[in-house]
């Protein structure tokens, strides 16, 4: 599966973005997705996940209650809206796919990367 992210951009603290991951393939519905994201100068993390029906979501825990996880499988789209916007949340946003059971919090557990998608949150 090929991804490719967007809905990047500069925001005001408190404001709202919504990033997309567009999947290519007949097989999106059967991908666990993630969402991860590297601030400059820091490593890769895990932001949040999804179940391949929608039904189970996780989140870190600097942006639980903050930002929300969902796919739409008709349109082979991965969503990540973010709200409440903090300078922390500043970094480059990376969706993932896993083949396997399971969402893992890990980079190594995904298979499938899209680019990224700049974020920056100013103060």
């Known amino acids: 599966v090929q991804l490719q992210a967007s809905g990047g951009g500069l925001v005001q603290a408190g404001g709202s973005l919504r990033l997309s991951c567009a999947a290519s393939?007949?097989?999106?519905?059967?991908?666990?997705m993630g969402w991860f994201r590297q601030a400059p100068g820091k490593e890769r993390e895990y932001v949040a996940a999804?179940?391949?029906?929608?039904?189970?979501?996780y989140y870190t825990s600097p942006v639980t209650g903050r930002f929300t996880i969902s796919r739409d499988n008709t349109k082979n789209t991965l969503y990540l809206q973010m709200n409440s916007l903090r300078p922390e949340d500043t970094a480059a946003y990376y969706c993932?796919?896993?083949?396997?059971?399971?969402?893992?919090?890990?980079?190594?557990?995904?298979?499938?990367w899209g680019q990224g998608t700049l974020v920056t949150v100013s103060s």
């Open positions: 393939g007949r097989t999106f519905s059967s991908y666990g």
């Open positions: 999804i179940n391949w029906s929608g039904t189970s979501a």
């Open positions: 993932a796919a896993r083949r396997g059971p399971g969402l893992p919090t890990t980079r190594e557990g995904y298979d499938y």
